[in-house]
C-alpha cells in the first residue's frame, strides 16, 4: 500500500471510534440535561422536608448539577475535536486520549481524560523511556472529522507487522500553522518538560522559568486546567486567578480555558487587578520605576497622616458663655495621636471625634473661674452638630484616588517623602498627577490598592435586610457560581494564583497580587532576560513576602526549547542580549524555515510609509497575524498611517504591550528607540524580537545594526 492509502485507512480507523465516542457523548448530553432538572426538582422537594434531609438533598443536588454543568461545559467548548491522542502499548492495549473522560454505557473507557493520571505516558513516553508505549499516535480534527494523524514510534522493537506508522510530527504541524487573533491551547502535543511542570503538585510556589517562545504562557493555563481537574472543590470553590501583563494579553489567551471547558477561572491584568480601577496609561519607564519602588509605602502611610488640603485650621466652639479654642499647632497634636491609634483613618472617625472632646476639656480645665465637669463637656458638646460639622470636615473620609490626586501638591508630596525620594523623583511623580483627567496609569494601580488598605474601608451604613428565605435554598455550589453571585470586591482568597510575565512586576505590584492570595498557592512564569523591572532584587524580597515568606516551599521548571520563532528570527534576537544574558537563559529554537529575517535601512521620515510598506508585503506572505512594534511615542502615528490595511489581521503596539504576545510575522520599527525607551533596553528589544513565528522586517536609521548597538 502507498502511503498516503496507509493513512486514509488509518484515518478511517480512527474515525470510526470517533463517531462512537461522538454518539455516546450525543447520550452523555441528554443524561446530564436530565440530571441538571432532577437537580432542581430535588431542590423544590427539599422545601417540604424536615432539615437534616433538606441538607442531604441539597447536597445530592449540589454535586449532581455541578457534574452535569462541568460535563456540559466541556461539550460545549470550543475546540478542535474531542479525542486528540492514541497509546498502543505493550500489553496490547489501545487507550485514546482526549479533552473529557468518557466512557461506554458499560462502563469501559473509550477517552482518558488528557489529565487523569493514566494518561500521562502520552505527554512523558519518550524512545529512551517509552513507558512500554509502543506507538504514540496525535488525532487531528475538524469538528467530528479527522482529518489527520501522526505517529511517534517510540518501541520499534516491539512493533507489530500489522501496526501502521505515518506522518511527519504533530508538533512541528501545530508550530507551523498560522496564528490567529487568540493562543490556542495545545493539549495535543504538550511536550515533556512541560508536562512535568503542569502536573506538579498544587502546593506552595511552582516557578516556571524559560525563554521566550518556551510554552510558559500555555504551560501556566494547561496547570490551571489540571489542578482544576484534579482538586476542583478546592481550587474551584475558592477561585483561581490569572495575572498578565496587560489587557491586550488577557484577551489573547482568554480562549485558552474555555477550550478545555473552564471558564470559571478569573483573568486580570496589572491595569485592572484593583475593582473599579481601570488604567488609562502607562507611566514613562523612570517614573514607573519609582511608582514601583518599596520605598512608595513609606511615602503613602505618610501621606494619609496628614490633614486633608481643605481642612479647616482651627476649632471655635463656644460653651456655656466660654469660647473654646484649638489653633492649628493643637489640632495637629490631636490628629498624630489619632493616627498612632491602631486603626485605619477611614475607620477612626469616632476616635477623632473623642480626641477632639477631651483636648476642649483639657483646653476648659485650664481656664481659671470656669468651673465645668469634665463627662457634662464631652456629653454635650458630643451632641452638638457644630461639633459634629467640624469632626466630618476635619477628619474626612477619604478615597485612595483622593490621596494620590493630592500628591500632585509638590509641597505636599516633598512634606510626604521626606528624605525617601530625591527632589527630581518628587517633581516626576507630582507632574505624573497633576492633570486629574489623565485618569490612573498602570503603576497607580498599586498605589491606590496600596492606599485602600492603609486608609481602610469607610464604615458602611445599615441596610434592611431583605427576605432571605429563597436565597437559604440555595446550594453552596451556586452560592459560589450561580446566577448573580460576585465575590466580594477585591476579594482576596484565591485558592491558586498564576502570574505571568512574573519577571517584570514591580514591588508594589507584588504587594498587591500577593494581597489577593492570603491562602493560595502559586504558579509563577517568567523569564529574567526579558525583564523590564530595574531592580530584581527588591522585587524578589516583596515576591518573596507575596508567597508567604522564604519557608513556603518552592519548586522550580526550566524549560529550554523555543517553540515559537524560527531558528533564523532566534538567532538574530539572541545577538542584542548577548551581554545581559548567559547562553544557558537562551532557549532553542527547533524549527527552521530557512528565511533570514530583513533588516532595512531607511531615513528616519521613511520610518512610517517604510513600516506600512513591510507590513503590505508580509500580510500577504503569511496567513495569520502582523505585528508592527514601535516605540510608544511613535504608536499614534502608526496607527493612523495603517489604518484601513487589514483590521482583522493587523495589530500597532508599543514594545511591553507587546509582552507574551505572538504574531505570524512582526515589523520592527527602529530598534535603537525601544532600547532608549526602556530602564532595561535590550531586553525590551529583545521581547519584541521574540515574537514572530515565520517572519521579521526590522526597519532601522542606522546602518551598522544590529552590530554596533
Ligand atoms: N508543546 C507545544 N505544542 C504546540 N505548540 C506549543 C507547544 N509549546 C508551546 N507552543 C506554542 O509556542 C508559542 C509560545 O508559547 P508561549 O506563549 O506559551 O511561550 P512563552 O514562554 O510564554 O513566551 P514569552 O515568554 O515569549 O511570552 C505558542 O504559540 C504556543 O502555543
Redesign the pocket.
Known amino acids: 500500500m502507498s502511503e498516503t492509502s496507509v493513512r486514509e485507512a488509518e484515518i478511517a480507523v480512527e474515525q470510526k471510534h470517533v463517531d462512537i465516542v461522538y454518539a455516546r457523548v450525543a447520550e452523555m448530553r441528554d443524561e446530564a440535561e436530565a440530571m441538571r432538572t432532577r437537580g432542581d426538582q430535588l431542590a423544590h422537594g427539599a422545601r417540604d422536608e424536615a432539615v437534616f434531609e433538606q441538607a442531604a438533598m441539597l447536597f445530592e443536588r449540589d454535586v449532581m448539577v455541578r457534574h452535569a454543568n462541568q460535563i456540559l461545559r466541556s461539550l460545549d467548548a470550543e475546540h478542535e475535536g474531542l479525542v486528540f491522542g492514541r497509546l498502543d502499548t505493550t500489553e496490547g492495549e489501545t487507550m485514546y486520549v482526549g479533552r473529557l473522560g468518557v466512557r461506554d454505557t458499560e462502563f469501559d473507557n473509550l477517552v482518558t481524560d488528557w489529565r487523569a493520571p493514566a494518561a500521562a505516558p502520552f505527554y512523558q513516553a519518550t524512545a529512551e523511556m517509552p513507558m512500554e508505549v509502543i506507538r504514540r499516535r496525535v488525532i487531528r480534527s475538524t469538528g467530528q472529522a479527522v482529518v489527520d494523524i501522526d505517529d511517534d514510534l517510540l518501541m520499534p522493537e516491539a512493533r507489530l507487522d500489522n501496526m501502521p506508522v505515518v506522518g511527519e510530527g504533530a508538533?512541528m504541524a501545530?508550530?507551523t500553522r498560522a496564528r490567529g487573533e487568540n493562543?490556542?491551547d495545545?493539549v495535543a502535543?504538550?511536550?515533556r518538560e512541560?508536562d512535568e511542570a503542569i502536573r506538579a503538585p498544587w502546593r506552595g510556589v511552582t516557578e516556571i522559568t524559560?525563554g521566550?517562545?518556551?510554552?510558559?504562557?500555555?504551560v501556566a493555563l494547561h496547570r490551571v486546567a489540571y489542578l482544576l481537574y484534579r482538586d476542583r472543590r478546592r481550587m474551584g470553590g475558592s477561585g483561581v486567578l490569572v495575572v498578565g501583563p496587560s489587557p491586550a494579553f488577557t484577551s489573547y489567551i482568554s480562549r485558552v480555558l474555555p477550550s478545555m471547558g473552564e471558564d470559571s477561572v478569573e483573568l486580570r491584568s496589572l491595569s485592572d487587578i484593583l475593582d473599579e480601577v481601570k488604567a488609562t496609561r502607562v507611566d514613562p519607564a523612570p517614573v514607573a520605576a519609582v511608582k514601583g519602588s518599596l520605598r512608595m509605602r513609606r511615602v503613602l502611610k505618610k501621606a494619609i497622616r496628614e490633614a486633608p488640603a481643605d481642612a479647616p485650621t482651627e476649632l471655635r466652639i463656644v460653651y456655656k458663655g466660654e469660647v473654646l479654642k484649638l489653633d492649628a499647632r493643637e489640632l495637629a497634636a490631636v490628629r498624630n495621636a489619632v493616627h498612632n491609634g491602631r486603626k485605619p483613618p477611614n475607620q477612626s472617625r469616632v476616635d477623632a471625634a473623642e480626641a477632639l472632646l477631651e483636648a476642649l476639656w483639657r483646653k476648659a480645665d485650664s481656664y481659671e473661674d470656669f468651673p465645668v465637669k469634665r463627662s457634662e463637656l464631652i456629653t454635650e458638646l458630643g451632641e452638638r452638630i457644630d461639633f459634629h460639622r467640624f469632626v466630618v470636615v476635619w477628619w474626612q473620609l477619604l478615597t485612595p484616588a483622593e490621596v494620590l490626586h493630592g500628591l500632585s501638591d509638590r509641597r505636599r508630596l516633598a512634606r510626604a517623602s521626606g528624605r525617601v525620594l530625591t527632589r527630581a523623583e518628587v517633581d516626576l511623580l507630582a507632574d505624573s498627577w497633576a492633570d486629574p483627567a489623565a485618569g490612573p496609569s498602570v503603576a497607580d494601580v498599586a498605589l491606590l490598592d496600596e492606599l485602600r488598605v492603609l486608609l481602610g474601608k469607610p464604615p458602611k451604613r445599615r441596610v434592611r435586610k431583605t427576605d432571605t428565605s429563597s436565597a437559604e435554598l440555595r446550594t453552596w455550589s451556586e452560592r459560589q457560581t450561580g446566577p448573580g453571585y460576585h465575590r466580594p470586591d477585591n476579594y482576596d482568597e484565591y485558592s491558586h494564583i498564576v502570574v505571568d510575565e512574573a519577571q517584570d512586576l514591580s514591588p508594589m505590584q507584588w504587594r498587591m497580587v500577593g494581597r489577593r492570595g492570603k491562602y493560595a498557592s502559586w504558579t509563577v512564569v517568567g523569564?529574567p532576560v526579558?525583564s523590564s523591572w530595574p531592580d530584581p532584587a527588591e522585587a524578589r524580597q516583596a515576591q518573596t513576602a507575596a508567597f508567604g515568606g522564604p519557608r513556603t516551599q518552592h519548586r522550580r521548571f526550566a524549560l529550554r526549547t523555543n517553540?515559537?520563532n524560527s531558528a533564523e528570527i532566534f538567532d538574530l534576537a539572541g545577538r542584542v542580549v548577548t551581554d545581559v544574558a548567559t547562553a544557558d537563559q537562551l532557549p532553542h529554537a527547533v524549527r527552521s524555515t530557512g528565511i533570514d529575517p530583513l533588516v532595512r535601512v531607511c531615513t528616519e521620515p521613511d520610518l512610517t510609509p517604510g513600516a506600512l510598506t513591510a507590513a503590505t508585503e508580509l500580510l500577504r506572505q503569511v496567513d495569520g497575524t502582523v505585528g508592527i512594534i514601535t516605540a510608544t511615542s511613535r504608536v499614534g502615528e502608526m496607527r493612523s498611517a495603517v489604518l484601513g490595511l487589514s483590521e482583522d489581521r493587523l495589530r500597532v503596539v508599543d514594545g511591553l504591550e507587546s509582552k507574551?504576545l505572538?504574531y505570524d510575522a512582526v515589523v520592527l520599527v527602529e530598534p535603537g528607540e525601544l532600547i532608549r525607551e526602556s530602564t532595561t533596553g535590550p531586553r525590551t528589544l529583545y521581547v519584541a524580537l521574540?515574537r514572530a513565528t515565520q517572519r521579521l522586517t526590522v526597519l532601522t536609521t542606522d546602518p551598522k545594526w544590529p552590530d554596533a548597538r
Do not use: F, N, V
Open positions: 508538533l501545530s508550530l493562543m490556542r495545545i502535543t504538550i511536550q512541560q524559560g521566550p517562545g518556551t510554552g510558559k504562557t500555555a523569564d526579558q517553540y515559537r507574551g505572538e521574540t
